[in-house]
Every structure is written in structure tokens, then in C-alpha cells.
């Protein structure tokens, strides 16, 4: 019965709880917020207290002092840290609903296509601690198909690929549900590693996560540069040499030769999905190509990279970086349609 009450005064909302960035959809809405899955606590005496979340949180990765621990809650796609987690999603329903506590909002969230039970599980658990009235799960590629305005009810091959934070959704969906769906664990942040072991290796620069980052989205390529160098821009670390702080210049030519082994990898989860695919699905697919969802997806000429490894049409969906947030949000707006996609017991 208080549950039903909860219910009169809530939105309902839906969130995609992403590694790098979690976005919350609210009913009749759309996307009202997107923040870094990161949360910072200050620790005195053993005992933590929330001190910042997401973007604020983001400012103090990799630059605390020994009393305060910046956590991103989130590891490839799943939670690694409950207790984070539970904070992080408690204070972003918080944040959209500014009302009373008293309201219970039903929230779908969206899962990658590889969570094991026991990941889905934990989510699940998050959520209804941090104050949900019914939780529900979709999987991942429905719904970046779904937001990047794919016709996945009708009976054709669509094949989308979500490049996120922590896993690449590889899936071919038909008739509104997968066909074949695969995960691997490589995405943003993979690329991230890779700039940095790179500049560790060939320049002996020490640079971190917020610096690889910067390089990715500023001058980052799945390609060789035609003129074989490419834009180029400055990057501050540490020389592993002698110690100090030390500037130095990387190219465009350098950030796609670091990035060649992730990016090896999206491609060869693709083609993989693409020899699973029944016939006549794979001949939808040749008809109306690829489409690439999630942040990875603004990674410079990925879509070139992908094209010449497959001979495919692909094609990046307009506003990739709220896809999945905006297809679990159509979830919700449409339940009835698509009451088969979401998952509310398991």
C-alpha cells in the first residue's frame, strides 16, 4: 500500500549505469543528468563519509591527499565496489528528485549483455537500497539500439555495436530481442591504458588517467593519419628517468599506434558476430550496415577503421553518448511494447 502511495508522487526514471558516466533518464523528460560514475569520501578514523559525487568527484581522481579516496564504484560495465555504488545511485536519485524522500520511483536499469546472475543481482540490490519502488533490467544493446532509433521490433537483421566505458556490445537483434549478442571487455577505458603504457614505454613519461583521457578525445585516431603524423598537442607527466615533471609532444600517429590493440580487438568482436549471424540476417546487415553506439564510438575515423575491416555501411548514431540512457528511457515510456526486453524478477 505504501509502496503504491510511493509511487502517486515519483517519476519514474531510468539510468544507464555506465563505467566512465552514469545518465538519468526521468518519464516525460528525457535525459536530465550526466555525471562521471565516480564517487569521492573522506576517511577520519576508519569511517567514510561521502564528500563528492561525480563531477566534482572526478576533479579529485588521481590528485587526493591520504584522507580522502576517490572510487569509480564501476569496473567493466559491472559494480566492483557495492557500498560506492549504493552512495553513487542513492545521491544521483536524490539529485533528480528534489521532492520529498517519501517518493519511490520504478527504475530500469541497463545491464551488459555479459553480466553473470550474481553482477545483475547486485545492481539490482543497489537500486532497491538506494530507494527504488521496482527495479528492472535491460540488456545493454536493446537498449542502445532502441536510442539510436533502430527498427528492432520488425522482422530484419539490425546490428548495433556500444562502445562504453569498461565492454563493447556487439549485437544483431530482430523482432525486438538479441540474436546474438557478445561482450568484450575492451572500451574508453582500455584505450586510456593503452596511451599510458605507450608513453611509458617509447618516451618514459608517467602520465595518468585524466591526462590519457584528454589525449584520446583530443587527438585520438583508430587510424593512421594520411600524411603519417597528424595533429599533434603537449603532455605533462613524469620523467621515469631522472623523476621530475617533464612536458613533452605527442602526435596523432603516436595515439593510433597506442590504440591499435583495443581498437584490433572492437573489429575482431564485430567480425566474429557477423560469421555467427544466420544467413538471412547477415543479408539485412549488408543492406543496412552497422551502427555504432556509446562514447567510444566519437573515437576519430573508428567507423573508417571498422569499414575497411568488414566492407559493412557504418554508421554512428546521432547523439551516441546518450543512446543507451535514451533507449532504456523509451523502455520505459513503452513497457507494454516492450515488456519481453526488461527483466524484473531474477
Known amino acids: 500500500m505504501l509502496g503504491n502511495l510511493g509511487g502517486l508522487f515519483s517519476s519514474d526514471m531510468a539510468i544507464d549505469l555506465g563505467t566512465a558516466n552514469t545518465l538519468v533518464y526521468v518519464k516525460g523528460k528525457g535525459v536530465v543528468m550526466s555525471e562521471p560514475s565516480v564517487v569521492a569520501y573522506h576517511v577520519k578514523d576508519g569511517v567514510k563519509k561521502v564528500l563528492a559525487v561525480g563531477e566534482d568527484a572526478k576533479l579529485m581522481l588521481g590528485r587526493t591527499p591520504g584522507s580522502i ?9 559491472v559494480i566492483a565496489d557495492f557500498d560506492t555504488a549504493e552512495e553513487m545511485i542513492k545521491h544521483f536519485i536524490r539529485k533528480v528528485h528534489k521532492r520529498s524522500t517519501f ?12 553480466a553473470t546472475p550474481v553482477e545483475k543481482r547486485a545492481i539490482r540490490q543497489s537500486v532497491l537500497s538506494a530507494g527504488a519502488r521496482r527495479a528492472g533490467l535491460i540488456a545493454e544493446p ?7 532509433g533502430m527498427p528492432i521490433t520488425d522482422p530484419t537483421g539490425n546490428m548495433v555495436v556500444d562502445i562504453g566505458g569498461g565492454t563493447t556490445e556487439v549485437a544483431v537483434l530482430s523482432l525486438g530481442d538479441i540474436v546474438y549478442a557478445r561482450s568484450v571487455r575492451v572500451g574508453g577505458d582500455r584505450m586510456d591504458e593503452a596511451i ?7 618516451q618514459n613519461l608517467l602520465v595518468g588517467e585524466s591526462s590519457a583521457e584528454r589525449i584520446k578525445t583530443s587527438i585520438g585516431t583508430a587510424r593512421m593519419p594520411d600524411d603519417g603524423r597528424g595533429a599533434s598537442m603537449l603532455v605533462r607527466g613524469r620523467d621515469l628517468l631522472n623523476g621530475v615533471p617533464k612536458e613533452t609532444e605527442i602526435s596523432q600517429a603516436q595515439v593510433a599506434e597506442a590504440l591499435a590493440e583495443p581498437v584490433q580487438q572492437i573489429c575482431e568482436a564485430v567480425m566474429t558476430a557477423l ?14 550496415g552497422v551502427m555504432l553506439t ?3 564510438a566519437l573515437l576519430g575515423d573508428l567507423d573508417l577503421a571498422l569499414r575497411e575491416q568488414t566492407g559493412l555501411a557504418v554508421s554512428i548514431a546521432d547523439e551516441s553518448l546518450n543512446c543507451v540512457a535514451l533507449g532504456t528511457g523509451k523502455a520505459l515510456e513503452y513497457e507494454n511494447q516492450l515488456r519481453h526486453a526488461i527483466d524484473y524478477e531474477s
Open 69 to 77: 579516496e576517490a572510487i569509480r564504484p564501476m569496473r567493466e560495465g
Open 103 to 114: 517518493s519511490k520511483p520504478k527504475i530500469i536499469v541497463c545491464v551488459p549483455h555479459g
Open 142 to 148: 536493446i537498449a542502445a539500439a532502441i536510442g539510436a
Open 196 to 202: 599510458i603504457s605507450y608513453l611509458r614505454r617509447q
Open 275 to 288: 560469421e555467427a549471424t544466420p544467413p538471412d540476417l547477415a543479408a539485412d546487415i549488408v543492406d543496412r
Open 294 to 296: 556509446g562514447g567510444g
